[in-house]
């Protein structure tokens, strides 16, 4: 593989903005697409100048910016965890006496104050696993799962969606009155139904982007705060 860096002018300041191309025969352009837009996004770079194991690190600071999802001492439940973006930022925003459960089937290495359980979060004894783990109910569920994709849009919608959902389920049975439920969707028209489901639960549900978030993606968050237990 070869990178061929070319430079384009910057809105007339006299900077210039580098461009990375990536010319390989033995990757399909759409590998060639994935990795050129790594290579050139800023988030990518940032993570690893900062030291998170993801771009999507920043999502979640951005929403907490904004939305105040952690408070000092939170019990946090971050499911699908790896590779622990999100359970970085989570130990981080909620303090030293929070506690932080990583869930994920894939292993996932340490991170300080993280504790990671190997298991699916479908198994019918991970909510009780996971309180015992965090020391009771927990404050927050996180959730950035996404299911594989299969390149047919509708389908990987509703694939997502039934991830999400599951995830809701679980967060109803893990949370203590008060709660937070934040969790990746798409944009697709089913997500309407699980708005008005988390309604009945929570005391106000919304949908956020974060800058973070690429513009081009359909990718949402829907952010349920106030569970009603």
């Not at 459960?101 to 290495?109: N, Q, S």
């Not at 569920?141 to 849009?153: E, I």
């Not at 709660?179 to 089913?190: D, H, P, S, Y």
Request: charged fraction near 30%; include cysteine; charge should be positive.
């Amino acid at each position: 593989m070869t990178k061929k860096v070319t430079k384009k002018p910057a809105g007339g300041r006299g900077e210039r903005e580098l461009k990375v191309r990536v010319k390989s025969k033995r990757k399909s352009q759409s590998s060639k697409l994935w990795l050129e837009r790594q290579l050139n996004d800023p988030y990518v770079a940032r993570a690893k100048r900062e030291g998170f194991r993801s771009r999507a690190a920043f999502k979640l600071t951005e929403i907490d910016d904004k939305h105040h999802v952690f408070k000092g001492g939170a019990r946090v439940v971050d499911l699908g965890a790896a590779p622990g973006g999100w359970s970085q930022v989570a130990k981080k925003r909620a303090g030293e006496r929070c506690r932080v459960v990583a869930i994920d089937i894939l292993k996932m290495d340490p991170i300080a104050g993280v504790d990671f359980a190997q298991i699916d979060f479908l198994d019918p004894d991970a909510p009780d696993k996971l309180k015992t783990m965090l020391g009771g109910p927990a404050d927050v569920v996180l959730s950035d799962m996404a299911a594989n994709a299969t390149g047919h849009r509708p389908t990987d919608h509703l694939k997502i969606m039934a991830l999400v959902e599951a995830a809701a389920e679980f967060a109803r049975e893990v949370l203590a009155p008060g709660g937070v439920f934040l969790a990746k969707v798409i944009q697709g028209g089913t997500e309407g139904t699980l708005l008005k489901s988390l309604k009945r639960d929570f005391a106000a549900v919304k949908h956020v982007k974060p800058a973070a978030s690429r513009s081009d993606s359909a990718e949402l968050y829907v952010l349920a705060t106030g569970f009603r237990g």
